[in-house]
Structure formats: C-alpha cells, structure tokens
T-cell receptor
Framework: SAVISQKPSRDICQRGTSLTIQCQVD?????MFWYRQQPGQSLTLIAT?????????ESGFVIDKFPISRPNLTFSTLTVSNMSPEDSSIYLC????????????FGPGTRLTVL | DQQVKQNSPSLSVQEGRISILNCDYT??????FLWYKKYPAEGPTFLIS?????DKNEDGRFTVFLNKSAKHLSLHIVPSQPGDSAVYFC???????????????FGKGTKLSVIP
C-alpha cells in the first residue's frame, strides 16, 4: 500500500483568502485524486490530478476555484481559492497505484475551516 | 441522484456479535465495490473489496457479500470488537467496463458503535 501525507493537517482561514494543500506519496503512483467531504456527507471527487497536464474536473468543480498541480508521480497540490464558509470541509488526497488495480488509498485529510 | 446509498446512518452492536452494514446502488454498470473504515481526524482506510464476478470475499473477520440482482452489498464483521467503532463507507466504481472512468462513488457512511 502507499503511504500518503498531507500538509497542513488543518487550518482556519479568513474568507477571501486561498490555501494550498500538499499531498506527498512514498512511491510513484499512476493516479492521484482530490476529494472533498463536507460535514455529514459522502466523499465527493473534485478532480483527477494529471501529471504534466491540466487536471480533469468533475461536474460542479472548476479550475479557477480549485487549481491543481501534479509535477511528478509522487506529489500534487490542491488550492482552494477565494474561500467562503461553504468551502469548510475535509479535503483528501487519494491515489491508485496502477490502472489495473482496484484499491484506492487515502491520505489523512486536511480539515479546513473558513470564517 | 445518489448512486450509492447507505440507508442506516448509525448502528450499535454488542462486542462479540456480528455487525452487518448495508449498501445499495443504482448503477448496474458498477463492476467493483470497496469498503472503507474512517476514524475521526483520519483518512479512510481500505478494508476489503469485491468485483462483480464474485458474490463473496472474505478477509479475516471481514466478509463482503454482493447481490447483483438486488444491487446490494453488505459488510459483515464477526466478531465485532470495540476497535471496530468507526464510520464505514461503501464505494462503487467502474474498473473493468472499459468506460475509462476510475472515479469511485461513495455512500454517506454508517457510524458503527461496538459496545463493550
């Protein structure tokens, strides 16, 4: 299994500011994803982070609000831009080690509170 | 439209007894399913998976059953232990269908409490 770390683990931010969350994996992985879990809700996929190209966003999520970078096979960042209280969530990095594998692993999450 | 549903938000079970967590799905194209366990302040931890070609997969105290005709799966934990107390998420995906999407669709979770 892959060991995934995220920074920061939690943060409290002011409305209108931006926060960049980092995800580091201990091994090269094929696929990296960013999820959001709002209070009392299921995990929702924000986007698939593609190495060397623009991320693939799910319906309801846009690049201007959630820019994503993936410079290599072990690292990705998610920025939450121009934050509002509705962005208060847990943001989770997730990886899959190969296209043929079904197991997907999750990082510990970043708990974001926007005041 | 929620494609994966966990209709019980919570479940309490006595230590040593069986815990049964249920999950229903609506998309008949889903071809593999996973269960995750999540403790507070931690990310989800993979527990067990099953592909649509099977109807049962077992790993120690954990067994997942899949009923494709009913679009239903369940996770059995036997015997239940206090350390099993957590939120359990059911997830479904398209791995073998050739649809080219690796997205997992999650249910809202069931909070299991195992009482000593």
């Amino acid at each position: 299994s892959a060991v995934i770390s995220q920074k920061p683990s939690r943060d409290i931010c002011q409305r209108g500011t931006s926060l960049t969350i980092q995800c580091q994996v201990d091994s090269q992985v094929t696929m990296m994803f960013w999820y959001r879990q709002q209070p009392g809700q299921s995990l929702t996929l924000i986007a698939t982070a593609n190495q060397g190209s623009e991320a693939t966003y799910e319906s309801g999520f846009v690049i201007d609000k959630f820019p994503i970078s993936r410079p290599n096979l072990t690292f990705s960042t998610l920025t939450v831009s121009n934050m509002s209280p509705e962005d208060s969530s847990i943001y989770l990095c997730s990886v899959r080690q190969g296209y043929g594998t079904d197991t997907q692993y999750f990082g510990p999450g970043t708990r974001l509170t926007v005041l | 439209d929620q494609q994966v549903k966990q209709n019980s938000p919570s479940l309490s079970v006595q230590e040593g007894r069986i815990s049964i967590l249920n999950c229903d799905y609506t998309n008949s194209m889903f071809d593999y399913f996973l269960w995750y366990k999540k403790y507070p302040a931690e990310g989800p931890t993979f527990l067990i998976s099953i592909s649509s070609i099977k109807d049962k997969n077992e790993d120690g105290r954990f067994t997942v059953f899949l009923n494709k005709s009913a679009k239903h799966l369940s996770l059995h934990i036997v015997p239940s232990q206090p350390g099993d107390s957590a939120v359990y998420f059911c997830a479904a995906g398209l791995l073998y269908s050739g649809a080219g999407s690796y997205q997992l669709t999650f249910g809202k979770g069931t909070k299991l409490s195992v009482i000593p």
